[in-house]
């Protein structure tokens, strides 16, 4: 089975290196970024399946990343993590492109089993669009038979 | 004749000497004889101006007919005194004076003549004129100054008043002579205006009083001055008293009083709620804060847990059996538990920094309790029971706050209740607010807590932040309802959330 990657973005660097821990126990190719730069060179160099994006980065807000990134890359699946919720900022996250959105301090079993609800969208999302592109192609080729058909 | 007899009796002396004017003249008016004091009255200088000539050139004419007259009835019956006449000087300046005449008469009885006899009364005159001027300047000043006045002898009995006085008493001036207190005003005032009466004879001391006194059935205030008269020995003979009205100043000066009282409140309460707002933002802001700056190491930790938790059930099964038998589960749980608590503080902290934007929305509160029991684990030992008035109606509350509201104060309620006990829920209303109580027959809160008990960081829990009650009030007052609490060590507490009916749906 192919491994799936996840970025985490989050300036802080202990929360980096034990979520990544967590991550790579369950298998998960894992990378990591301080700042939104830094998030997204690492995405325009590596395609990463799911970003898990904290609220407050030191040089941009969470939400102008995540708008940066569904721009760039919109298959990738997307995780705000705030530490305090309101609603403003989720329906925000939601209209800027999150997939999801979740409140620090979060169990690591939830985060594992939205991580994985997620990517199972996404491979659903996927291989709906693969069956679509068959389908299409099926069509077309049926089109080109009976208008050779018809010669 | 009559000379030669005047001067021969020893009269002659002490008319002479007389400093009384005494004139003698025949029966047509003719003047005779007369003394030195004459001459001075009249201004002349020796006698022989004044002698043959007639009596009446030395009255003023308007009164020359009275004068023939009383002459007439002088000789027929007998002596006039005191007549009071106009005189005229020798330069026809006038002057008053009064005449007492007798008839001379002759050794067989015949009227022969008058003597006169003349005092000078214009300054007596002039005295009187001015003494009755006075007397009515103040007879004037007593009557129409607006306050009442009266005096009464030394047995408290009314002498004298002022109709001022008396139209109150529905009586004439002169009908108040001796009446008493009794008379006029009820009982318990007349013992006491005469207890001050005696009171004041006795120290012999001016004395102001504030006292009751009824006018036409009504109560008011009067301020009566109270003075002692005397008599030349210094003895107590009587008390002068002037009052007048001040109900209507006593008032003004109550209004005032209360009025400057409420302000001084006004301005204390203001002052207290300022202090207590810049608080508030000041405990806010580090709130927000601290609450923030803890989210990451307790996710941190969080963390950390559950990887030492993977770490051990990846183990070998050894030395996995080892770890669980020296209690590295308990020990996880334990930090798992104190984490949740934090977490807890965490939320309290930014719910209490976070600003409040309520959503308004049609809620069965009952449902709502429901709810909020069913999140809450009800120890075994507490009995909890739901009072709900039949026609309690459905509230526009914000849901989410509101449950928190009830969390806090359930929450709260079985905390006061170690050793179990009983929690009731009351659903009531009035006309205009419902009312949602949460009552424990827990230990109770010392009443030098209760006024402190919403304030923020109050807390008498050790492990509590001192949030939850002042969270409960800026949730309820979101709502603009109250919260207030009744409490009994040893009997416990009950904590009442008003909301106004004017949210009212069905």
Redesign the interface.
């Known amino acids: 089975v192919e491994k799936k990657s996840i970025l985490i973005v989050d300036d802080?660097r202990?929360?980096l290196k034990?979520?990544k821990?967590?991550l790579q126990?369950k298998g998960y190719i894992v990378g990591t970024a301080e700042t939104g730069r830094e998030a997204i060179e690492k995405s325009e160099d590596k395609i990463y399946n799911l970003a898990l994006l904290d609220i407050k980065l030191p040089d941009m807000e969470g939400t102008e990343l995540l708008t940066k990134m569904h721009r760039a890359i919109p298959r990738m699946m997307k995780i705000m993590v705030t530490?305090?919720p309101?609603?403003e900022n989720a329906v925000e996250s939601l209209n800027r492109g999150a997939d999801a959105y979740i409140m620090?301090?979060?169990?690591?079993?939830n985060l594992l089993k939205v991580v994985e609800e997620k990517l199972k969208e996404q491979e659903e999302a996927e291989k709906m669009t693969e069956e679509k592109v068959a389908e299409w192609i099926k069509l077309r080729v049926q089109k080109l038979e009976r208008d050779r058909g018809k010669d | 004749l009559l000379k030669h007899e005047v001067e021969e009796t020893r009269l002659g002396a002490i008319f002479s000497a007389s400093p009384e004017a005494i004139t003698i003249s025949n029966l047509n008016g003719k003047i005779i004889e007369c003394n030195q004091a004459t001459l001075v009255l009249h201004g002349f200088s020796s006698k022989e101006e004044l002698i043959g000539k007639s009596a009446s050139k030395f009255i003023a004419k308007k009164d020359h007919k009275r004068a023939r007259e009383n002459l007439k009835k002088t000789l027929e019956q007998g002596p006039l005194r005191h007549k009071e006449y106009t005189f005229l000087t020798k330069d026809g300046h006038e002057f008053c004076a009064e005449s007492s005449a007798s008839v001379v008469k002759d050794a067989s009885g015949n009227p022969m003549g008058f003597v006169t006899i003349t005092k000078d009364i214009t300054e007596r005159k002039h005295m009187e004129e001015e003494l009755r001027h006075n007397e009515r300047k103040i007879r004037v000043l007593f009557e129409n100054l607006p306050q009442k006045i009266f005096y009464k002898n030394n047995n408290s009995v009314y002498v004298s008043c002022n109709e001022n006085y008396a139209r109150d008493l529905k009586i004439k001036a002169d009908e108040i002579v001796g009446k008493t207190d009794y008379d006029f005003h009820p009982k318990e005032l007349a013992e006491k205006y005469r207890a001050d009466d005696k009171r004041i004879m006795e120290s012999g001391k001016t004395e102001e009083i504030e006292e009751g006194y009824i006018q036409d059935g009504q109560k008011r205030v009067v301020h009566t001055v109270k003075t002692p008269v005397k008599d030349e020995n210094g003895n107590a003979v009587g008390v002068l008293g002037i009052f007048w009205d001040v109900t209507e100043r006593k008032r003004m000066e109550e209004d005032l009083q209360r009025y400057s009282k409420h302000l001084e409140e006004l301005v204390e309460e203001r002052t207290r709620k300022l202090r207590e707002a810049e608080r508030f933002a000041a405990i806010g802001e580090t709130a927000a804060m601290v609450?923030?700056d803890l989210?990451?190491?307790?996710?941190?930790?969080?963390?950390?847990v559950?990887?030492g938790k993977?770490m051990v059930q990846s183990m070998p099964s050894p030395c996995r059996e080892l770890a669980e038998k020296k209690g590295v589960y308990e020990l996880f749980e334990t930090v798992e538990k104190q984490?949740e608590y934090m977490?807890k503080i965490v939320s309290d902290l930014?719910d209490f920094a976070?600003p409040l934007?309520p959503e308004f929305v049609e809620t069965s509160l009952h449902q709502l309790i429901n709810e909020t029991l069913s999140m809450v684990t009800i120890p075994e030992n507490v009995k909890v029971s739901l009072v709900i008035d039949e026609d309690f109606p459905k509230l526009m509350v914000d849901h989410t706050l509101m449950k928190r509201v009830f969390i806090n104060l359930i929450t709260n309620a079985l905390q006061a209740m170690p050793d179990g006990g009983q929690l009731i829920v009351r659903l009531s209303r009035t006309e205009e607010d419902a009312f949602i109580s949460v009552q424990d027959t827990g230990v109770g809160i010392p009443k030098e807590n209760l006024d402190k008990l919403f304030s923020p960081l109050f807390t008498t829990k050790s492990k509590g932040t001192g949030f939850g009650l002042s969270v409960c009030k800026r949730l309820v007052e979101a709502h603009s309802g109250s919260i207030t609490v009744k409490s009994e060590v040893g009997r416990g507490s009950t904590f009442t959330v008003k909301l106004p009916l004017g949210k009212e749906v069905s």
């Open positions: 802080d202990d929360i034990s979520l821990d967590i126990s530490g305090y309101s609603l620090k301090p979060v169990d690591p079993k | 609450g923030h989210r990451n190491p307790l996710q941190v930790i969080t963390n950390m559950y990887l993977e984490m977490n930014q976070k934007k």
